[in-house]
Structure formats: C-alpha cells, structure tokens
C-alpha cells in the first residue's frame, strides 16, 4: 500500500484566495482525520470521518473551514477565503477501526503546508 | 488545562544517556496511549502504543500510571537517530465518537 496521499504538498497562495486540499486513506481503514500543526499550537485535530461520515467537527477553526468525504478513498479540506493566520502543516491520517476503542493507531500523510501571503 | 500536557524541551543528552519523557491527561476516560515520534518537517509516526502493564520495544520502556493520569517513556543508550520530537497521544472513545488528542511534543537532541 501507498500509504496516506495527500495533495498539494506545498502551496503558497494569497489571502482571500480559495484552497483545497486533498487526502486519499488507505485501503481499508475506517476512520479519516484532518489534523492542523503550528509551532504554537501543536498538531490539532480539525475534523474526523468513520465510514464516511464526520463524527467530531468541533475543531473546525470557523465556518471558513470545510471537510467532506465522498467515498472511501477521498477527502477534502477546504478554506474559503483563506488568511495568513490558516498558515500550517495540515496533516491527513487514517485508522483502521478497531471495535470497543474506535480508531487506534494513526498512518499520517506527509502534510500540506500551506502559506497564505 | 490541556488535555495532553508535555514538557516542550528540549532535552539534550551525550550519546548513550538515558532519558525519560512524562506526558499527562486530564481526562480520566481516555482509554489508548501511544508514543508518536515526529521528525524535523516530517509527518509523525507511531513509536509504540502504551499498554497498562508497560510495554518495552528494545531500547524503548513505556509506561501507564491511571491512577495519576500520566504516562512515561525511557529512551536507554541514546543514539543520534533518536533526535526528533516525541509525541504522546490520548484516545477517548464514547461509543460512537473517537477522539485522539496529541501533546505539543518534547524535543530531544542527543549529541556526541
């Protein structure tokens, strides 16, 4: 397997300006997170999906932000205008499903960093 | 509070010391641990989940202590190679809602 893909790797834009970014999971594994770094706040979690669906988006920064996920093997994260302060690393991972524990062991892609001039 | 509180570092050691990290929950319903390695720009990695009994992986120890919420991990005879941040992570799990939280990290930087 591939691993988590995640796309663009960098992406350098200006403010206002609309971004996506994009993360297929692997194969298999249930559950799907957005996770944001910065030097001051750490890696924070966004948004989570099982099966598809989101279950925990109380991380969402604002309503700037958005996440779907289609299928199984694609997701979405979407800021909308973007501002300097959306400036991070943001990660995707995924998890396979791990019955009474939910989500276990995370397989992160290698990040978006993203730079809103 | 933070939900998952660590000492930001960094740590620096002589190559072949023994170091130990301490993380700490608020949440006494977390149910999983797991030590996260991350390198400079690079994504995290899993170093080794954190089981209630103590774990070991070589020269990696593990520990759990729920009474006072904290969990530990020992790194013997450091090597360059271990210089990275180390992140812990806490799952919660509702039944319906799985929820992993991650510390900001300690930094080590082992040298010659």
């Known amino acids: 397997d591939a691993g988590v893909i995640q796309s663009p790797r960098h992406e350098v834009t200006e403010m206002g300006q609309e971004v996506t970014l994009r993360c297929k999971p692997i194969?298999?594994?249930?559950?799907l997170f957005w996770y944001r770094q910065t030097m001051m706040r750490g890696l924070e979690l966004l948004i989570y999906?099982?099966?598809?669906?989101?279950?925990?988006d109380s991380g969402m920064p604002e309503d700037r932000f958005s996440a779907k996920m289609p299928n199984a093997s694609f997701s979405t994260l979407k800021i909308q205008p973007s501002e300097p302060r959306d400036s991070a690393v943001y990660f995707c991972?995924?998890?396979?499903?791990?019955?009474?524990?939910?989500?276990?062991?995370?397989?992160f892609g290698a990040g978006s960093r993203l730079t809103v001039l | 509070r933070k939900e998952v509180e660590q000492d930001p570092g960094p740590f620096n050691v002589p190559e072949g010391a023994t170091v130990a990290f301490n993380c700490t929950y608020s949440?006494?319903?977390?149910?999983?641990f797991f030590w996260y390695r991350q390198d400079c720009r690079k994504e995290p990695k899993l170093l080794m989940s954190?089981?209630?009994s103590g774990n070991e992986d070589g020269r990696f120890t593990a520990q759990l202590n729920r009474a006072s919420q904290y969990i530990s991990l020992l790194i013997r005879d450091s090597k360059l190679s271990d210089s990275a941040t180390y992140l812990c992570?806490?799952?919660?799990?509702?039944?319906?809602?799985?929820?992993?939280?991650f510390g900001t990290g300690t930094r080590l930087q082992v040298t010659l």
């Open positions: 992570v806490v799952n919660i799990y509702t039944g319906t809602a799985s929820k992993l939280t």
């Open positions: 999906f099982n099966n598809n669906v989101p279950i925990d």
């Open positions: 954190v089981y209630s």
């Open positions: 194969s298999g594994h249930d559950y």
């Open positions: 991972a995924s998890s396979p499903g791990q019955g009474v524990s939910g989500a276990n062991v995370l397989t």
């Open positions: 949440n006494s319903a977390s149910q999983s």
